[in-house]
T-cell receptor, first 113, second 111 residues
Framework: AQSVTQLDSQVPVFEEAPVELRCNYSSSVSVYLFWYVQYPNQGLQLLLKYLSGSTLVKGINGFEAEFNKSQTSFHLRKPSVHISDTAEYFCAVSLLNDYKLSFGAGTTVTVRA | DVKVTQSSRYLVKRTGEKVFLECVQDMDHENMFWYRQDPGLGLRLIYFSYDVKMKEKGDIPEGYSVSREKKERFSLILESASTNQTSMYLC??????????FGPGTRLTVL
């Protein structure tokens, strides 16, 4: 079975600074990878996903992530954050041809002025 | 735009009550899911359904059941609510193995 580890539970960051959220997964077979964001009092919204092809994936709101198969990682980055990026971020993985997602525990990003 | 709606945003029930959480999606998706979200644990899959009247257990099905009589509707049932079922419940739907679309969540408190 696959599992996901998000290495930071809380990431405080100043406005306009860069941010990186780390995600590692374990699986013996190929996977799909996802990052979701949850703004306060809302459901989850897809930021970006890796299914195949280029290992650098661009998503909404200026976020991007890089798939590294040798390190089994899928880290999320944004070069300059805004106050509105304050949210909880979840990394998720699914096996190919499987409907189910396995989620990490989440990383809370707090952006300060 | 895909829309997933959940019947209540907040719900307060008493121990032992039977609780129904309803979820409706408007995109004709085959797959529907129920998760619970707890701080520090992320989202954990309770049940999912890949077709009408079909269901499969997720990682934490104990204490829950589900019903899917129509394609657009997926219900989560707590037969006898307990305090350890106090949580945020999220419904999602998807087409095939692609992106899951989530509802706004129901925050359930069991007293």
């Amino acid at each position: 079975a696959q599992s996901v580890t998000q290495l930071d539970s809380q990431v405080p960051v100043f406005e306009e600074a860069p941010v990186e959220l780390r995600c590692n997964y374990s699986s013996s077979v190929s996977v799909y990878l996802f990052w979701y964001v949850q703004y306060p009092n809302q459901g989850l919204q897809l930021l970006l996903k890796y299914l195949s092809g280029s290992t650098l994936v661009k998503g909404i709101n200026g976020f991007e992530a890089e798939f590294n198969k040798s390190q089994t990682s899928f880290h999320l980055r944004k070069p300059s954050v805004h106050i509105s990026d304050t949210a909880e971020y979840f990394c998720a993985v699914s096996l190919l041809n499987d409907y189910k997602l396995s989620f990490g525990a989440g990383t809370t990003v707090t952006v300060r002025a | 735009d895909v829309k997933v709606t959940q019947s209540s945003r907040y719900l307060v029930k008493r121990t032992g009550e039977k609780v129904f959480l309803e979820c409706v999606q408007d995109m004709d998706h085959e797959n529907m899911f129920w998760y619970r979200q707890d701080p520090g644990l992320g989202l954990r899959l309770i049940y999912f359904s890949y077709d009408v009247k079909m269901k499969e257990k997720g990682d934490i099905p104990e204490g829950y059941s589900v019903s899917r009589e129509k394609k657009e509707r997926f219900s989560l049932i707590l037969e006898s609510a307990s305090t350890n079922q106090t949580s945020m419940y999220l419904c999602a739907s998807s087409f095939s193995t692609d992106t899951q679309y989530f509802g706004p969540g129901t925050r359930l408190t069991v007293l």
